[in-house]
């Protein structure tokens, strides 16, 4: 059995090469809505069961269906206050079951990334042919619908296999999302050789980990962002770092959070010093200004201490 991932090499996080972003920007700062569709019946899965209640999960559907009736507005609007563009992990069924959405999205040139086709629908027990048709269709459909290339991606319920990112890069990506082990965007190892990069997608700010996971308070969430935050600026004097707020329509969209995620918002788009971005612009940057100093410096490094 394998012992690590073979992704990525070990690369401390000191003394990288210095991250200047635009405008000499401390933190990159991205917020990836999470719209996903969820089948009140999937195919059954034997690795995984989608909802742990016995059919049908009345609660679970409807509530998933409140954020993409009620949460998903509520939310666009408070980005729109902000100037904030989404980045949205998609469910890409969505664009049949919501078309309304995609296009509020599309007005707002939001970037559509690949989430997977629906979220009950995993890559456990996949052969690799089955996950790269499944990844290409997603991409497909992107295109189809939005007319945009598909940079990114998130698997389905964070679901993988040991070749989800390599079929993903090999199928014209160029960033994931998947790893959570930096604070920094890192270049990858991918069996096509190509120049691929993971950003920080702070999972621990995950509006679902927070709320559903950890059981904290709207309240006490504004704060974890605020400090996240914080800690990310002071270290973003001295190289750039990257946060992303992970949201679902259905968490913090409802009535009774929505605040603890304006304050948020009105707090870190306060600071001058942030680029207001997307991921796709974050990886295509490190791609174009980043990528090949950061790898020739993790290779100097194996080769110092081999």
Same mark, same amino acid.
């Given at each position: 059995?394998?012992?690590?991932? #073979? ?9 990288? $090469?210095? !991250? ?10 991205? =917020? ?13 899965? $034997? ?9 049908? /999960? ?11 009736? =009620?949460?998903? =507005? ?66 497909? !459909? ?43 965007? @890192? ?18 700010? #995950? ?8 059981? =904290?308070? /709207? ?35 409802? $009535? ?21 971005? @997307? ?28």
């Amino acid at each position: 059995m394998k012992q690590d991932l #073979n992704l990525y090499k070990e690369w401390p996080y000191i003394n990288r $090469p210095k !991250i200047e972003w635009p405008n000499k920007a401390r933190v990159a700062f991205w =917020v990836a809505p999470n719209i996903e569709f969820y089948e009140i019946n999937p195919p059954p899965n $034997p690795f995984r069961t989608p909802w742990p209640q016995p059919y049908p /999960p009345v609660a679970g559907y409807s509530i998933r269906d409140y954020g993409n009736r =009620v949460g998903h =507005v509520r939310q666009m609007k408070l980005l729109d206050k902000y100037g904030l563009r989404g980045s949205i992990s998609l469910s890409t069924a969505l664009c049949y079951h919501h078309p309304e959405i995609i296009e509020l999205c599309r007005e707002r040139e939001w970037e559509f990334f690949s989430h997977g086709i629906y979220n009950t629908r995993y890559t456990y027990g996949l052969s690799e042919e089955q996950e790269r048709s499944m990844i290409r269709e997603s991409m497909d !459909i992107i295109k189809e619908f939005t007319g945009q290339t598909c940079a990114g991606y998130l698997a389905p319920a964070l679901s993988h296999s040991e070749k989800t990112i390599d079929i993903f890069a090999e199928e014209g990506g160029i960033y994931t999302c998947d790893l959570f082990h930096d604070d920094q965007p @890192t270049p990858l190892t991918v069996s096509s050789g190509k120049k691929f990069v993971s950003i920080p997608y702070s999972l621990e700010m #995950n509006d679902t980990i927070a709320f559903a996971v950890q059981k =904290v308070e /709207p309240r006490r969430y504004t704060q974890m962002l605020k400090d996240n935050f914080d800690q990310l600026y002071k270290e973003g004097s001295q190289s750039g770092t990257v946060m992303c707020i992970p949201t679902h329509n259905y968490q913090i969209s409802c $009535p009774h959070r929505i605040k603890a995620f304006e304050e948020a918002l009105e707090y870190i788009t306060g600071h001058s010093d942030v680029w207001l971005t @997307t991921g796709r612009e974050i990886a295509q940057y490190y791609l174009d200004h980043y990528y090949d100093c950061c790898s020739d410096d993790i290779e100097k490094r194996i080769e110092n201490h081999g």
